[in-house]
T-cell receptor, first 112, second 117 residues
Framework: LAKTTQPISMDSYEGQEVNITCSHN???????ITWYQQFPSQGPRFIIQ???TKVTNEVASLFIPADRKSSTLSLPRVSLSDTAVYYC?????????????FGSGTRLSIRP | GAVVSQHPSRVICKSGTSVKIECRSL??????MFWYRQFPKQSLMLMAT?????????EQGVEKDKFLINHASLTLSTLTVTSAHPEDSSFYIC?????????????FGEGSRLTVL
């Protein structure tokens, strides 16, 4: 899987929009970009997945520029409950041959 | 969405004993499962890839005789920490792969916290 780089930590306040950017300079043509959220003492939870341009679901948006060397997870109007670690993963879908390797993730702290 | 269940969620054991952690895909068949361990404030570290009916593939530095993985059915993989010691205390997480290729989706269990006294 392509290596990813994210900020180690970010702080924001309730009600703000938070954007977390992930760099993946060596992304392959058939790689997808997936973001996971992890709360303490829980397994990661799927947030959103995309290949190019923009993807939006009920909890987040994912922006992917044309060169696909980076992606930005956008969380609209965050609340205290969005405090978590966010991981960006890049890979060509998943198969038994895949190694699902996690990077360092971004520790997001939301303040009142 | 699909559910992956781990059991037990917490376990405390004495040094030298063995502990088994189960990972079940509740509503789909998973030919491939992954096992991770996570230390406090750190990311998930892949330990091994478990394929149904075959031997697990361990990552470099992970002792296969220490961490026994069995994937005997399409819905169950087990991780056994043999002769556990305090340094094995960690948060163990499994994930199960539903489907293959670009359509494949990865689902994670709730994690199992092991404390070795």
């Amino acid at each position: 899987l392509a290596k990813t780089t994210q900020p180690i930590s970010m702080d924001s306040y309730e009600g703000q929009e938070v954007n977390i950017t992930c760099s993946h300079n060596n992304i392959a043509t058939n790689d997808y970009i997936t973001w996971y959220q992890q709360f303490p003492s829980q397994g990661p939870r799927f947030i959103i997945q995309g290949y190019k341009t923009k993807v939006t679901n009920e909890v987040a948006s994912l922006f992917i520029p044309a060169d696909r060397k980076s992606s930005t997870l956008s969380l609209p109007r965050v609340s205290l409950s969005d405090t978590a670690v966010y991981y960006c993963l890049v890979g060509a879908g998943y198969s038994s041959a895949s190694k699902i390797i996690f990077g360092s993730g971004t520790r997001l702290s939301i303040r009142p | 969405g699909a559910v992956v269940s781990q059991h037990p969620s917490r376990v405390i054991c004495k040094s030298g004993t063995s502990v088994k952690i189960e990972c079940r895909s509740l509503d789909f068949q998973a030919t491939t499962m992954f096992w991770y361990r996570q230390f406090p404030k750190q990311s998930l570290m892949l330990m091994a890839t478990s394929n149904e009916g075959s031997k697990a593939t361990y990552e470099q530095g992970v002792e296969k005789d220490k961490f026994l993985i069995n994937h005997a059915s399409l819905t169950l993989s087990t991780l056994t920490v043999t002769s556990a010691h305090p340094e094995d205390s960690s948060f163990y997480i499994c994930s199960a792969l539903s489907g293959q290729g670009a359509a494949g989706e990865l689902f994670f269990g709730e994690g199992s916290r092991l404390t070795v006294l």
